[in-house]
């Protein structure tokens, strides 16, 4: 799929306070600093139309971005950033769950891994109260271009043996780098596919 056009619509503080919509929207989740703005930046083709920062903490709102004039890309705030104050967590942390749990145009989230990692506790609590919940999410690591390519499918395939370990079944993982623009065109591709399926929404505004 081609991005023709991508613009910034709002950011909102809060589920109830996003934009009415009846379009296919995907967010982007993981903890601050794994590359969220990044990624999007990277899928969108325009490098500061989210922004990004070396530091932790950076995306602090509900962000919502019109791509083709026909889908949403959202951009959320990170979890588990320590230096946060405790309330301050409580809030980012509301702010993230009620999103995904309430937002009914939201068709996918794609779960951002930073690919040099082991599995982190926060993370895979993270998916299983994902699955708990029945929300439909991809894997997408992160980082890529900052490893050997051994080491990229070494670290990604052991990542992914831990998850089996755990469930079933995998959803749909990704490999991408913000910086060498690797996973572009599967991500496009697989929200081209998702974007054909009935929006299926309970309160039709
Ligand atoms: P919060 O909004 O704070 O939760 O962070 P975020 O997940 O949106 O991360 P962001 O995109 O702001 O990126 C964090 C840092 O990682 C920045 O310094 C980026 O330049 C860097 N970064 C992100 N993606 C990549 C990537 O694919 N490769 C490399 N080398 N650096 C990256
Ligand atoms: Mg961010």
């Known amino acids: 799929?081609?991005?023709?056009?991508?613009?910034?619509?709002?950011?909102?503080?809060e589920v109830g306070k996003c934009p009415t919509t009846n379009k296919h929207e995907y967010a982007f989740?993981?903890?601050?600093?794994?590359?969220?703005s990044s990624?999007?930046?990277?899928?969108?083709?325009?490098?500061?139309?989210?922004?990004t920062s070396s530091k932790p903490g950076k995306t602090a709102l509900i962000n919502h971005f019109l791509v083709n004039d026909s889908w949403y890309v959202v951009d959320l705030p990170g979890y588990g950033y320590a230096s946060r104050g405790k309330e301050d967590r409580i809030i980012f942390d509301k702010?993230?769950?009620?999103?995904?749990?309430?937002?009914?145009?939201?068709?996918?989230?794609?779960l951002l891994i930073d690919s040099r990692h082991k599995p982190q506790k926060i993370d895979l609590e993270f998916m299983d109260w994902l699955g708990e919940n029945g929300v439909p999410f991809s894997i997408v690591f992160t980082k890529l271009d900052k490893l050997s390519m051994t080491a990229g499918?070494?670290?990604?395939?052991?990542?992914?043996?831990?998850?089996?370990?755990?469930?079933?079944e995998l959803p749909p993982v990704f490999m991408t780098s913000s910086e060498d623009k690797r996973g572009r065109d599967e991500i496009l591709n697989y929200i081209e596919e998702m974007n054909k399926l009935p929006l299926l929404m309970d309160s039709k505004e």
């Open 1 to 13: 799929m081609l991005v023709n056009t991508a613009r910034f619509v709002i950011s909102s503080p």
């Open 29 to 36: 989740i993981g903890r601050s600093n794994v590359g969220k």
């Open 39 to 51: 990624l999007i930046n990277m899928l969108l083709g325009q490098k500061d139309l989210a922004k």
């Open 95 to 110: 702010m993230i769950r009620s999103y995904i749990l309430e937002r009914e145009q939201m068709t996918n989230l794609f």
């Open 153 to 168: 499918k070494n670290n990604t395939a052991l990542y992914l043996e831990e998850l089996l370990a755990r469930w079933e």
